[in-house]
């Protein structure tokens, strides 16, 4: 039986990605506060189309969106800023339609900042931030039979490997109850020089936000990893539709891990993958979901450098 790589803590993703085989770790660690103001920088370059896509989708369907669902409660997964998601509250005060907001992220930092912010901006707004990684167990703070729109954008889905992203789908889907709907989003597969800049940016913010994964290892295993020492390396995988990205070792080294009384050996060249970001058909995206156990509501797809957003809910209704 394979391990639950969803339910999992840094030691055992670092132990499991890092001391055996080919190197790898999830990319969930990218986001201390660091990484999550580098993400939200790199969210406003002219390459990085995926979050300007979306957020334009995002407009023009939210109205619609909010008029259809008629949610009591937003819970976001990886919130983030919740810039895409001010759409969707707009279209609430338009309508003049009252709702609870649930953000959960793993950063505290933009946790607070982006609530605060909401807050102040919404004034009928009521935010429960929740700091907890989504890929585990949350307890979301109002338990009751609040209707969710459960809220799960950036094309995160395109992370997961096709055994992961259907197993949290699973888990996402025993989450919700039977009036709950998920809007998920998903980049598209398109032309592999449109998806390499978007991974490689000019002013170089990408190679920044992915080595900085290596101070997060220093931070909480004590590792003595020199950002030095390695570069940033992103490619289009077109046989498996993903963007790899990975940190190449520029020559062999020795690094110690003081918290795991260990060491981790590279060789020239070796890489540590820190990502993929997989693109989807439509019709990949819809099995995806239907093997998952949801039922396709609503399939939003932008005009431009293909993106989609669906809305979806349990089968078992």
């Known amino acids: 039986m394979e391990p639950n790589l969803v339910n999992s803590s840094l030691v055992e993703d670092f132990k499991r990605g890092m001391l055996q085989g080919r190197k790898s770790i999830p990319p969930k660690y990218f986001y201390d506060d660091v990484g999550s103001r580098l993400f939200d920088q790199i969210c406003d370059l002219p390459e990085y189309y995926p979050t300007r896509i979306e957020s334009g989708l995002l407009k023009n369907i939210s109205t619609e969106l909010i008029d259809f669902v008629k949610p009591d409660c937003l819970t976001e997964l990886g919130s983030g800023a919740s810039r895409k998601t001010e759409h969707l509250l707009d279209a609430c005060n338009r309508s003049n339609h009252g709702l609870l907001y649930e953000p959960v992220d793993v ?3 933009m946790l607070n900042w982006s609530s605060d912010n909401l807050q102040k901006k919404y004034d009928w707004l009521s935010v429960e931030p929740i700091l907890a990684d ?37 888990k996402l889907k025993n989450d919700m109850g039977l009036d709950d709907y998920l ?50 390396y992103a490619f289009y995988n077109p046989i498996e539709s ?59 797809e932008s005009d431009q450098l293909k993106f989609s957003l669906v809305l979806a809910h349990p089968t078992a209704r």
């Open 183 to 232: 809007l998920i989003g998903a980049d598209r597969v398109k032309r592999p020089d449109l998806l390499h800049a978007a991974y490689n940016d000019k002013a170089g913010y990408t190679a920044e936000f992915n080595l900085n994964v290596l101070s997060v290892f220093n931070r909480q295993l004590k590792t003595k990893f020199v950002k030095d020492n390695f570069f940033h």
């Open 242 to 300: 993903q963007i790899e990205m990975h940190l190449v070792s520029s020559g062999e080294q020795c690094v110690e891990v003081s918290t795991l009384n260990e060491k981790v050996y590279f060789n020239q060249g070796e890489s540590i993958l820190t990502e993929i970001s997989r693109k989807f058909t439509r019709k990949s995206f819809e099995k995806l979901l239907k093997k998952a156990g949801f039922e396709v509501d609503k399939h939003f």
């Open 134 to 170: 989504y890929t585990k167990e949350v307890k979301w703070k109002v338990d009751d039979n609040r209707r969710r729109l459960f809220i799960f954008l950036g094309g995160t889905i395109g992370n997961f490997d096709a055994n992961l992203a259907l197993q949290f789908l699973k």
């Open 107 to 109: 950063c505290e930092e």
